[in-house]
């Protein structure tokens, strides 16, 4: 790896499985190298899978099979800034169907427990927008809802 700063996550044994789905899902990623284990460890044996090098949208990140013990939480997320509803759709989507789960706000979480923010950039518009009445109503619109709905928060943001 040429970075300095890499984000390492830890999973169960599947961190090659997690970036090969990113790899697919997200632009600008893909699975760099591959690290088997030089022997045993506490979550494995010698020759599996120990590290996987690969980038989320041009982030570099480090999957480590560290095994069961640090599940992620929430208090981790990649922010993806999507520019229209058909990427937003598609990604959320990716992530749902793929196991999984919605939460509120634009956020889900993959089948790996890891926590995503599928945010369109008319969001972000709308919640810092320079009148704090239409900011207001469209960061209220988006409380309600789990996928974010540009169409709702563009119409929250004019008082419609």
Same mark, same amino acid.
């Given at each position: 790896?040429?970075?300095?700063?890499?984000?390492?996550?830890?999973?169960?044994?599947?961190?090659?499985? %997690?970036? $090969? !789905?990113?790899?697919r +899902?997200?632009?600008?990623?893909?699975?760099?190298a591959?690290?088997h #284990?030089?022997? *045993?460890?506490?979550?494995?044996?010698?020759?599996?899978?120990?590290?996987?090098?690969?980038?989320?949208?041009?982030?570099?990140?480090?999957?480590?099979?560290?095994?069961p013990?640090?599940?992620h939480s929430? %208090?981790? $997320? !990649?922010?993806?800034? +999507?520019?229209?509803?058909?990427?937003t759709?598609?990604?959320?989507? #990716?992530?749902? *169907?793929n196991?999984?789960q919605?939460?509120?706000?634009?956020?889900c979480?993959?089948?790996?427990?890891?926590?995503?923010?599928?945010?369109?950039?008319a969001?972000?518009?709308a919640?810092?927008?320079?009148?704090?009445?239409?900011?207001?109503?469209?960061?209220?619109?988006?409380m309600?809802?789990?996928?974010?709905?540009? #169409?709702?928060?563009?119409?929250?943001?004019?008082?419609h």
């Amino acid at each position: 790896m040429l970075s300095k700063n890499t984000i390492c996550l830890w999973y169960d044994g599947d961190a090659l499985d %997690a970036a $090969s !789905f990113y790899a697919r +899902t997200f632009p600008d990623s893909a699975v760099g190298a591959v690290h088997h #284990a030089p022997g *045993d460890y506490p979550a494995g044996k010698q020759g599996d899978v120990l590290m996987v090098e690969f980038t989320v949208a041009g982030i570099p990140c480090l999957g480590l099979n560290g095994g069961p013990g640090m599940p992620h939480s929430e %208090a981790f $997320s !990649f922010q993806i800034a +999507t520019d229209d509803q058909a990427e937003t759709d598609r990604l959320w989507q #990716a992530i749902i *169907d793929n196991g999984g789960q919605a939460s509120a706000c634009g956020w889900c979480r993959d089948r790996w427990g890891l926590s995503w923010q599928i945010t369109p950039r008319a969001l972000i518009a709308a919640v810092t927008d320079p009148d704090p009445a239409a900011a207001k109503r469209a960061f209220e619109a988006m409380m309600d809802m789990t996928r974010i709905d540009i #169409a709702a928060i563009e119409a929250a943001r004019l008082g419609h």
